[in-house]
């Protein structure tokens, strides 16, 4: 049963968002006054400590469920799985980001802040029920994100990352806010609810459609969903490697969990439609752009977009089976993608000059555990059993046959099987290849062997033992339809 808030503490509605902000602005406080060979590890581990205290917080408000702030906030097991998957997520990046900081020389006092302000917005996304909310927190994630995006202000390429995400996300997001207008023009409201209770009461207004529209092409931005997913590569390959790993999942762990609320809390009018296409295209161009990659940045990234395929097939199932399975394959993908990112940004070297498959050859014998742990990673991104992203491809497409979406599934099966070829060439060229000698072997700091241990786990542990988490999605979906 739920407990009762004491009078005047409502602020436990956003206490993770608090928490996280706090510590930015001691981060942000501090980081002039902190010797510059300090910064790196003090604010570094007060960032860490910052997410820490952010999932404490979040389980402490789980206690709490129910809505906040006349209506605009909700805490419930969706918004609680997501708050977790995010300060999660920004945790196992910070600590992969002490190595990376120190080797590229780079000023570390407003990276962490820049992470634990994105992570607000991205927590605040996922709890938020009232669309002018949810923009406002997309805004504060996503301005995270462009700066953190051209960190690396030596490369020409950061920087011309940064601007083009800006420019693109910029566009993208008016897209969403004209969207929001639209809804609120055919409903009278921006709040979900109400935005639900209109659409089933009466004939859907064609202004209600347009909304739905405009706001997924906003949305399908932020989640690299085709054909939507033009900046990915650009951006991928020119952002620092720790902050790729980082706006690969926990920004788009918030879209989606935005998307969800939006297309079934509200039931969206021609969701369907929409999101077949836009999964057939993401899969297909996603693993197509894949297989003629040599920088392994830029072959994550068309995988970024093929997954984003694979998550939304779960959205065009049914609601009570697509909701647990988008879940899952949510958290499935944060695990092996922060951490295979963290062995990349590991593997990259000053001035990331070593991002080639040929920088891969002889990894396998250089630095055995590390091959092992980025294998396990690429095992889950194909889909293997034992791996998390086995039961995540599992879930998704069990979903989408029980709503009778064949032709979608098959796509699916067959984007997987290409997908597999790509992930296979890093690792025979791992193990099959010989070593280049000017590539170094550096040994893996303490910070980033706990973050690749972490992620190495979770992936583990969704592979072997997955229907704890399948079951809290399960009732989370539950408690979001009703």
């Not at 998957?85 to 190595?99: K, N, P, Q």
């Not at 609810?193 to 209600?208: D, E, K, N, Y």
């Not at 060439?425 to 690749?452: K, W």
Request: charged content about 10%.
């Amino acid at each position: 049963m739920a407990q009762t808030i004491p009078q005047g503490v409502e602020y436990v509605r956003i206490l993770p968002e608090i928490v996280l902000s706090l510590f930015g602005m001691v981060i942000m406080v501090l980081d002039p006054l902190v010797d510059e060979r300090s910064t790196q590890k003090l604010l570094g581990l007060i960032a860490l400590i910052g997410s820490v205290a952010a999932i404490a917080a979040t389980l402490y408000q789980s206690q709490f469920p129910g809505l906040g702030f006349w209506g605009m906030v909700k805490v419930d097991g969706f918004s609680t799985f997501f708050h977790i998957l995010v300060t999660a997520i920004a945790a196992v990046v910070i600590l992969s980001s002490f190595e990376y900081m120190q080797v590229q020389q780079i000023r570390a006092g407003e990276y962490y802040g820049l992470i634990l302000f994105g992570a607000v917005g991205m927590c605040l996304m996922s709890s938020a029920v009232e669309l002018v909310l949810i923009f406002i927190a997309l805004e504060t994630s996503s301005i995270s994100t462009y700066v953190l995006a051209g960190f690396r202000r030596r490369a020409a390429i950061s920087s011309e990352a940064s601007l083009k995400y800006f420019l693109l996300g910029s566009f993208a997001t008016a897209f969403f806010l004209y969207g929001v207008a639209l809804m609120f023009g055919a409903t009278g409201s921006t709040s979900i609810s109400v935005i639900a209770q209109a659409l089933r009461l009466s004939p859907v207004p064609v202004l209600a459609y347009a909304g739905i529209a405009f706001m997924f092409v906003g949305l399908g931005f932020k989640v690299a969903a085709a054909p939507f997913h033009v900046w990915t590569p650009d951006v991928y390959e020119g952002a620092p490697a720790p902050v790729v790993g980082f706006m690969s999942t926990a920004p788009k762990a918030a879209a989606f969990a935005v998307l969800l609320r939006v297309m079934f809390e509200s039931n969206a009018p021609g969701r369907l439609w929409l999101i077949w296409v836009a999964a057939a295209l993401s899969m297909t161009l996603g693993n197509v752009g894949a297989l003629v990659q040599q920088n392994v940045k830029r072959l994550l990234a068309y995988s970024s977009i093929a997954h984003a395929g694979y998550l939304l097939v779960a959205f065009a199932a049914l609601a009570n089976n697509g909701i647990p399975a988008a879940m899952f394959y949510t958290a499935s993908y944060a695990a092996m993608n922060v951490g295979a990112f963290a062995v990349v940004s590991h593997l990259a070297g000053a001035g990331e000059r070593y991002v080639t498959l040929d920088d891969y050859a002889g990894l396998g014998r250089r630095s055995p555990l590390l091959a092992a742990t980025l294998t396990i990673f690429l095992l889950s991104l194909i889909g293997i059993p034992m791996t998390g992203g086995f039961f995540a491809k599992f879930y998704v497409f069990s979903a989408a046959l029980q709503a009778n979406l064949v032709g979608l599934t098959i796509i699916g099966v067959l984007n997987s099987a290409v997908g597999a070829y790509y992930y296979l060439r890093i690792i025979v060229v791992m193990y099959m290849r010989e070593a280049r000698e000017e590539v170094p072997a550096i040994p893996v700091s303490p910070a980033l062997g706990a973050a690749l241990g972490i992620s190495v786990a979770a992936t583990l542990y969704l592979g072997l033992l997955p229907g704890r988490v399948l079951e809290y999605a399960s009732r989370s979906a539950a408690e979001l339809l009703h």
